[in-house]
């Protein structure tokens, strides 16, 4: 959507999309396909840079006060503008994995960054997940560890197992890759801008520029998602870091002629 008029512009841009592969580096060799390394079934899913809602809306605008207006109060308070970027999206895929996942098939820790976790008998995709502000959730996890459980064993050699652990065997998580999405994010990004005009061919132009204007803080996905590591104190499914940049302020004079 765009309109624009003497006095400035506005336009903003909305788009609903849905990108699937079964990697997103471009590498389906040996060594990453999630779990079973013969089908790329549960490699299969959204796209690592896949954000299913993004709204960005762009504006500029002269204002009018004082127009007209001569001397030094001309010169101080009129030809003012304000222009600004705002984006609102979705947060980015992740997956919940088991490093402990698929030892009656590959050797224990071979891809530890390739085998899914998997939910617990009556558990779903949206249990999984944390419910709340984005504030609780940061602070008491964004995922629901409950909903989680390692990877179940696989009895292939039961008599030794008893006797010797290297002998005791996991299968493969029930989760497909990227089956969960981090938190969305919004930046405000806004200029204010004064302009002189000094002769005909020769202006002056003073902006201030606020990045991130109200110093919001966009989270990033879990940083520890391996349900090996689920228990009392632990850092599993919670949020520890931040993305993009505290707010900034940049001021900037341009002559030009």
């Known amino acids: 959507m765009s309109r624009r008029w003497a006095a400035g512009y506005f336009q903003a841009a909305y788009t609903f999309s849905r990108s699937l592969d079964a990697t997103s580096t471009g ?13 790329l079934a549960d490699s299969y899913g959204p ?42 999206q979705s947060g980015e895929p992740f997956s919940v994995l088991d490093s402990g996942a698929g030892t009656a098939f590959l050797g224990a820790g071979f891809t530890p960054g390739t085998l899914t976790g998997s939910l617990a008998p009556g558990s779903t995709l949206a249990s999984a997940l944390s419910t709340g502000s984005i ?26 197992c008893q006797l010797d652990s290297n002998f005791c065997t996991t299968g493969f ?19 204010l801008i004064k302009n002189f005009k000094l002769t005909e061919r020769q202006n002056l132009r003073f902006t201030t520029d606020f990045f991130n204007m109200w110093n919001h803080a966009n989270f990033g996905n879990p940083t520890v998602t391996d349900v090996e590591t689920i228990g009392p104190n632990s850092p599993f499914g919670k949020i520890t870091s931040t993305v993009g940049t505290p707010r900034l302020i940049q001021f900037s004079l341009r002559y030009s002629f």
């Open 27 to 39: 590498n389906t060799a040996f060594n990453t396909a999630f779990n079973n390394e013969s089908t």
């Open 135 to 160: 504030g609780s959730r940061v602070t008491n996890g964004y995922l629901n560890p409950n909903a989680f459980v390692q990877a179940s064993a696989l009895e292939l050699y039961p008599a030794q």
């Open 173 to 191: 998580g029930n989760l497909a890759r990227n089956s969960f999405r981090g938190p969305g994010q919004q930046n405000w990004d806004f200029s």
């Open 47 to 88: 796209s690592d840079f896949d954000r299913t809602h993004r709204l960005v809306v762009s504006y500029r605008y002269d204002l009018p006060i004082f127009k007209g207006e001569t001397g030094a109060k001309g010169l101080l308070l009129s030809n003012w503008a304000v222009s600004g970027i705002t984006i609102f």
